[in-house]
């Protein structure tokens, strides 16, 4: 899943009050700072995804601006596209094989949720199905909404599946297998020492890809958009530069706090069973990445790291983030992460045929 600006039916029931906003970004940079300052990996992100999961389950109301939110993951999607230059381009056709084995794993990732949310969870089989599917949040809970299904519990069970990848996948690189997760990526440089030019042609990266790729309903068109324009940018070589580092710490701020406060409205009673449930779920896909990641790296030619990542059931913007904080291809790593939301897109309608009652389809 990624995040993406949600697809509201009005904007007075959308657009949180600014009081709510500004307590949810305050605690958000308070808990980047804290885990910064102790050195955290990926520490922005994880901080303000802590410090806004925990307002959010304590009952406290946490929301951010959904045009806020696209714009921060805009600027994450121009900065992916700084990976994607011409040497790493040439590898691309030799991706399939990572990709065909993405696609069978994702088919089992989803059948398996499907059994565990169906068998212990004693979910209808839409709920049931469009919580197990490890594919884009808004798609999933739209798809699953619209043929009947719980739409608390697919929200939920989405939510629980990034924070929990987020937050495993990071500590997992540092103490097992001992490799430098820093607090961002080494290659940004300050606002302060940035080229004019440079900037402009992001900012115009970020803004007309994102409008783009909106008018063609693209999926995560947040960050697809932008990605795009800024990897033909940085392939042909008009810019070398990505955006400056302090606005890719305020990027991952604004995302860790959108990422807890899809949490907000929900007390442990009600959501505890959601919750276990995508645990469960979601470790077992970790585990079957990790382990798949390692067997098989030689085999197909990718670092263990960076299969890792592409296989692991997280979204697309926070597995290409660590990606490039890592220093792994993050162009591969994203390449898979957009073919397996194409993927579940396409074929997510069509098993639920197979699936699904004939009376909860339309």
Known sequence: MTLEEPKPETAAETKPAARIVAISLLAATMGGALFAFVGAPLAWMLGAMAASTCLAVLGAKTDVYPSAVSAMIAVLGVLMGSAFTPEIISQAPGWLPSILTMMLVMTLFAATGYYIFRRFGGHDPVTAYFAAVPGGFTEMTLMGTDLGGDTKT????????????????PFYFRGVLGLEV?????????????????????????????????????????????????????????????????????????????????????????????????????????????????????????????????????????????????????????????????????????????????????
């Open 154 to 169: 697919i929200a939920l069970a989405h939510a629980t599946r990034i924070l929990m990848v987020v937050s495993v996948i």
């Open 182 to 362: 820093p607090t961002l990526p080494s290659n940004l440089i300050s606002i302060m020492d940035f080229p004019l030019f440079d900037g402009v042609l992001l900012l115009a990266c970020g803004a007309l890809g994102l409008r783009w790729a909106k008018a063609l309903k693209l999926p995560a068109a947040a960050f697809l958009g932008p990605m795009a324009l800024s990897s033909l940018a940085h392939g042909l070589g008009w810019i070398t530069n990505a955006p400056p580092l302090e606005l890719i710490a305020i990027a991952q701020i604004v995302v860790g706090a959108s990422i807890g406060s899809r949490f907000a409205g929900q007390t442990w009673r009600e959501a505890k069973k959601t919750i276990s449930l995508s645990v469960s779920t979601t470790g077992l896909m970790i585990l079957a990445a990790t382990l798949l990641g390692i067997l098989v790296a030689e085999l197909l030619g990718q670092p263990p790291e960076a299969l890792i990542l592409a296989l692991s059931p997280g979204g697309l913007t926070e597995m290409a983030l660590i990606a490039l904080t890592l220093g792994v291809n993050t162009a591969f790593v994203s390449t898979l992460h957009i073919t397996r939301i194409l993927f579940v897109l396409v074929a997510a309608p069509l098993a639920a045929k197979q699936i699904l009652p004939p009376d909860r389809l339309r």
